[in-house]
Structures are given as C-alpha cells and as structure tokens.
C-alpha cells in the first residue's frame, strides 16, 4: 500500500469518527501531555482506534489525537508522538503530521523535549527552535514523492515561519517568559548522545538535541504547512550535567515546566489564529 492510499485510509476511519475541521495542529513532546486538559473537547480518538496509525509506546506519550477549542482556536492535538526508535518506519513517523494536514491544520506547532548544549541553559528552559539539523535522521520524502501532498524538492530556508515565530516570542514576553532561540538537532535515538557526540554538535552550531520534531516539520512544509516549534531544554547533555541522563528526568522536568508551558502555547495558538484569521492561506 502506498503513503497516500494508507493517508486516505487512516482519514477516513477519523472522519466516521468525527467531521471536527481543525485550525492549527499540536504536537504535546514528552512529559507536556497534561496541556491536552486544557482543551475544550469535542472528540477523543486513541491513536490504535485509527485504522492503519502507528501507536505510541513511550512512557508520557498518552497515544491519541484530541478534538476541540482553546479560547475559540480550532484546534487538533497530538497528546503523544511516535519516535523512530521505536522501530517504526520515517514514513509512519511523519504520518500524524500528513495527516492533521489533510483534516484541515494549517499550521503544525511542534513542541519536544530536549537536551542543552550548555550555552546558557538551564532545565525548564524553553528554546524557540530558528533552524534545524536533519543530517542524523532519515529524510521522510526519500522515495516515491507523495505528488498530493507536495513538489518532489520542497524548499526548507524557512522551516519555522517567520511570523509564527514572531507571533511565540510576544506571547513568551506577554507571559514574563524567558524564551531563548537556537538550533535543534533531532538524533535518532534511543540512547542519549555521548559526550564526544555533544561536543561534534556545538561545533556544528546546534543549541539543543532530541530525537523527533525535525522530521515532522519536513514532512508538514512539504505539505504546504506553516510550521513553528518550541523545545523544554529538560536536561543538560552528556558531558554538560554532572549525572547520568535518564529518561524519568526528561518528564520530571517537562512536569515541573509544565504551568508555564501551558501559558505560553495557550497564548501564542491565540495569537497564531488571530494571525491566520487577517491572512490568505
């Protein structure tokens, strides 16, 4: 079965489940879940209940799409992703972010967490993502172009829309938010980097390292999405912090960086969709 015959299929099986059309399209990273109760729900959906969808199999990633509005914002929210560690194909990887594309999201907000590269950070920081480095992972558009969705060679100088991002830093000084900027660097994981591998990144310019979001948000530009993306720095990378790296970390940290977390995607989807409402897609 082809990419979009197994698009149209998952699409299909949501749609028997509900006609909601979202505006913007949200992906909560790991141990950011809790936002989703944020929403007012018009239809839950648990990733295995969609007809040819990968699951989620990490712990913090609840595994289902989620319905509703925030402060009016039409909204779909992916309340846990999949990872390509967990052994599923790129293609499977980037096909929740294809597929909130075709329910009607016109923006992709991305949010993950991630390891610093010292310079600055501290756990619980957040890092509106400029720019990435895709060299580590596979490309989600090798192979036969999905022709649907988008050109065979989609340009990728501006990943993270200018406005949008624009649109985040306001929200981060509307909410007494220090937001830092930097590169993301997306690894395939499941081990953390080691501290040579670190020290190889710094040299290459990157500010934080995790392992998803770079090949979601190439999959969503090649499917005429705007894309933007916050990362919570949850801990300092191998070689920066003093003890081992660990996964229950990771969500602590995201839990602790949870209220204001919260503030800041409430308000920047607010501002994104007054935005979209002034501008021609």
Known sequence: MGIYEKLTRCLESVRAKTDFVPQIALVLGSGLGSFAERINKAAEIDYKDIDGFPTSTVEGHAGRLVFGTLGGVKLVCMQGRVHYYEGYGIEDVVLPARLMALLGAKVLFLTNASGGLGKGFRAGDFM???DHISCFVPNPLIGKNVDELGTRFPDMSEVYDKELCGIIRESAKDCGIDLKEGVYCQLTGPSFETPAEINMLA?????????????????????GMRVCAVSCVCNLAAGISPTPLTHDEVQEAGRQAAPKFKALITESVEGISDHLSTVRL
């Open 203 to 223: 040299r290459l310019g990157v500010d934080a390292v995790g392992m998803s979001t770079v090949v979601e948000a190439i999959a969503a530009r090649h499917a």
């Open 128 to 130: 509106l993502i400029r």
